[in-house]
């Protein structure tokens, strides 16, 4: 059984350009969640998708969208890149049914410049 | 806005000593999740609790919900050195626009030998 992958594990981007970070769910999963996580806070809620439809949204813009595959990986994309963007970018799969127990990647650090 | 505030935000204690960590909110949750993560990690899920009261042992973790689904804590008897790390809480809500995840800011807890 292997376990949630991300990608790239480190970026550096400039002020607005756009990013596009991917994850491979565990298999077995059909659910994924994207969290972005500031330095010292705990992983805020970006989205999540289900069946390769967005299933859920938190307090994010627009710019901040999503994908996800028949294969059940998926990817962030983030436009227009801010200063505050720089954060741990995480992806966390489960299955729907179980509680909301999530299993998470190591995450992609951003820097934005 | 849902919040999941989490006490203490830090904890510095010997080998040995007992602690509880705690996790409150005004939302009910269908679910709650406890992680452990260690810096440039992704978050470890360590317990699932689903129903009021419900409480869970995990070795020298001992978990509990509230009887009214919103608040829980974590109890952590004779802390080892390697129970060091960023403690989350993580409430699961379904609500119209779909499923939404909220973290608690995370308890950091430095166990010193």
């Known amino acids: 059984e292997t376990g949630v992958t991300q990608s790239p594990t480190h970026l550096i981007k400039t002020r607005g350009q756009q990013v596009t970070l991917r994850c491979s769910s565990q298999s077995g999963h059909n659910t994924v969640s994207w969290y972005q996580q500031a330095l010292g806070q705990g992983p805020q809620f970006i989205f999540q998708?289900?069946?390769?439809?967005?299933?859920g949204r938190g307090n994010f813009p627009p710019r901040f969208s999503g994908l996800q595959f028949p294969n059940y990986s998926s990817e962030l994309n983030v436009n227009a890149l801010e200063l505050d963007d720089s954060a741990l970018y995480l992806c966390?799969?489960?299955?729907?049914?179980?509680?909301?127990?999530?299993?998470f990647g190591p995450g992609t650090r951003l820097t934005v410049l | 806005t849902q919040l999941l505030e989490q006490s203490p935000q830090f904890l510095s204690i010997q080998e040995g000593e007992n602690l509880t960590v705690y996790c409150n909110s005004s939302?009910?949750?269908?679910?709650l999740q406890w992680y452990r993560q260690e810096p440039g990690e992704g978050p470890v899920l360590l317990v699932t609790v689903v129903t009021g009261g419900e409480v869970k042992k995990l070795k020298r973790l001992t978990f509990q919900f509230g009887d009214a689904r919103k608040d829980s804590s974590l109890h952590i008897t004779a802390a080892q050195t390697g129970d060091t790390g960023l403690y989350l809480c993580a409430g699961a809500r379904l609500n119209t626009g779909g499923f939404k995840t909220i973290f608690g800011a995370g308890t950091r807890l430095f166990v010193k030998a």
């Open positions: 998708y289900y069946r390769e439809e967005e299933n």
């Open positions: 939302s009910v949750f269908s679910s």
């Open positions: 966390a799969s489960s299955q729907i049914g179980t509680g909301n127990e999530q299993f």
